[in-house]
């Protein structure tokens, strides 16, 4: 793998103006970009298309979850528009429908397993019987019996999911931040260094590149650290 594509920067930016001067001023240091709720309903999908056709990889960050014929069509539109990753919530009929319709498409279904801005107080008060590890290690389990390509976790929870399905999974992981930088909303989290020698395959990052002040200087030092620990 490119190690540039381990990195998916996510374009968590209000509009595609925005969007447009990150990608930019990344240049080549960058390959593969996130395109979520914010973006998408500003005009990002079609800049996602865009993104695509100029050859860099788009995960497009939905966390779809409807009734499966709903699903089923909406991700065969979605599988025509040249994305590399969707995500749907990790419900059991969601990721049948879901890979159902990315079958023979060139677009990876990930189950969001429990989001990393939560804990296990957050479960309890949602209503959920069980704690996060516990929740991760059904989901995965859900995941993979689905046939999706792989999971949203944080690399805190990647124990959990190897011993659920082994290696059968990508794990894709959003909370991580590089030393120093603000954790936000995000209460599970590590290092890029920290999350290599974890075995993620792919690290989700915004604003620690995305909202300083020379994003590309940012992104070299991301890919200069996981470099080291390769």
């Known amino acids: 793998m490119d190690l540039r594509d381990r990195v998916i920067v996510a374009l968590d930016v209000p509009d595609v103006a925005v969007a447009q001067a990150v990608v930019e001023r990344l240049g080549d240091r960058a390959t593969f970009y996130k395109v979520g709720y914010e973006l998408a309903f500003a005009g990002g999908l079609a800049f996602a298309q865009d993104l695509?056709?100029?050859?860099?990889?788009?995960?497009?960050?939905?966390?779809?979850?409807?009734?499966?014929?709903?699903?089923?069509?909406?991700v065969g539109q979605i599988a025509r528009m040249g994305m590399t990753f969707l995500t749907v919530h990790a419900y059991p009929q969601t990721?049948?429908?879901?890979?159902k319709a990315a079958t023979g498409a060139n677009l990876a279904i990930?189950?969001?397993?429990?989001?990393?801005?939560?804990?296990?107080?957050?479960?309890?008060?949602?209503?959920?019987?069980m704690g996060v590890q516990d929740l991760i290690a059904r989901r995965a389990k859900q995941i993979h019996e689905a046939g999706c390509a792989g999971i949203v976790c944080s690399a805190t929870d990647m124990a959990t999911?190897?011993?659920?399905?082994?290696?059968?999974?990508?794990i894709v992981t959003p909370g991580i931040r590089p030393a120093g930088a603000a954790l936000g909303d995000q209460k599970r989290v590590m290092t890029p260094g920290e999350?290599?020698?974890?075995?993620?395959?792919?690290?989700v990052i915004g604003r620690p590149i995305t909202g300083v002040a020379d994003p590309a200087q940012a992104m070299q030092s991301i890919l200069d650290e996981i470099q080291a620990v390769s």
């Not at 990721?95 to 890979?99: D, F, G, M, V």
């Not at 020698?197 to 690290?203: L, S």
């Open 95 to 99: 990721l049948a429908a879901a890979a």
């Open 195 to 203: 999350a290599i020698r974890a075995g993620i395959d792919h690290m």
């Open 161 to 170: 999911v190897r011993a659920a399905v082994g290696q059968s999974l990508k």
């Open 110 to 129: 990930l189950g969001v397993s429990v989001m990393t801005s939560m804990d296990d107080s957050d479960l309890a008060r949602a209503g959920y019987g």
């Open 52 to 74: 695509a056709k100029s050859g860099r990889k788009v995960f497009l960050d939905l966390k779809l979850h409807d009734i499966p014929n709903t699903i089923e069509k909406g």
